[in-house]
T-cell receptor, first 112, second 115 residues
Framework: DQQVKQNSPSLSVQEGRISILNCDYTNSMFDYFLWYKKYPAEGPTFLISISSIKDKNEDGRFTVFLNKSAKHLSLHIVPSQPGDSAVYFCAASTGTASKLTFGTGTRLQVTL | EAGVAQSPRYKIIEKRQSVAFWCNPISGHATLYWYQQILGQGPKLLIQFQNNGVVDDSQLPKDRFSAERLKGVDSTLKIQPAKLEDSAVYLC?????????????FGEGSRLTVL
């Protein structure tokens, strides 16, 4: 049972444009959501998070939006840069201290 | 600040052999996690330690996998005997005690190939 789903395995965006990565979840008990970025041969690194009491969190070029009624979150990267090319994982937990359930990842390629 | 250290980075074994992976978390981090990432999938939690106690090992295949964190610092994950489907990257992560951000710090991973 895949509780966190990233339905787009890959995404290609031109440099300077907006990248939108999507994530859906099925477990209504999830109340904390995170995005991780992973480069080849490296471990995932934390990017941004959002609590279910918010619907938006922004950090520089990165913004995460949460739609609880739709059980959907998205990561917006504006403007996209070549260094953003990586695999992005969505993750969710029931509380900040509990285990993370990850999606399958979306590979973002930012082209020149 | 030194990151999470893992070794070996790569390991190739034949099925039914055994293998062990080592992890040293960030200094002072009380919580340590082992994740399994199979190609094309997201990381899946195998076991979570708080200091030297197990918090969650519900997804650890206990008939072949074992893990320990005897002194509450570094940890070892063992697979014996290995199966073909154990081919994956084994990621170790840590987080500070009482962290309320949910953020985990991952190591570079240990890639296992079972032939």
């Amino acid at each position: 049972d895949q509780q966190v789903k990233q339905n787009s395995p890959s995404l290609s965006v031109q440099e300077g444009r907006i990248s939108i990565l999507n994530c859906d979840y099925t477990n209504s008990m999830f109340d904390y959501f995170l995005w991780y970025k992973k480069y080849p041969a490296e471990g995932p690194t934390f990017l941004i998070s959002i609590s279910s009491i918010k619907d938006k969190n922004e950090d520089g070029r990165f913004t995460v939006f949460l739609n609880k009624s739709a059980k959907h979150l998205s990561l917006h990267i504006v403007p996209s840069q070549p260094g953003d090319s990586a695999v992005y994982f969505c993750a969710a937990s029931t509380g900040t201290a509990s285990k993370l359930t990850f999606g399958t990842g979306t590979r973002l390629q930012v082209t020149l | 600040e030194a990151g999470v250290a893992q070794s070996p980075r790569y390991k190739i074994i034949e099925k039914r052999q055994s293998v062990a992976f080592w992890c040293n978390p960030i200094s002072g981090h009380a919580t340590l996690y082992w994740y399994q990432q199979i190609l094309g999938q997201g990381p899946k939690l195998l076991i979570q330690f708080q200091n030297n106690g197990v918090v969650d090992d519900s997804q650890l295949p206990k008939d072949r996998f074992s893990a320990e964190r005897l002194k509450g610092v570094d940890s070892t994950l063992k697979i014996q005997p290995a199966k073909l489907e154990d081919s994956a990257v084994y990621l170790c992560a840590s987080s500070p005690r009482g962290a309320n951000t949910g953020e985990l710090f991952f190591g570079e991973g240990s890639r296992l190939t079972v032939l």
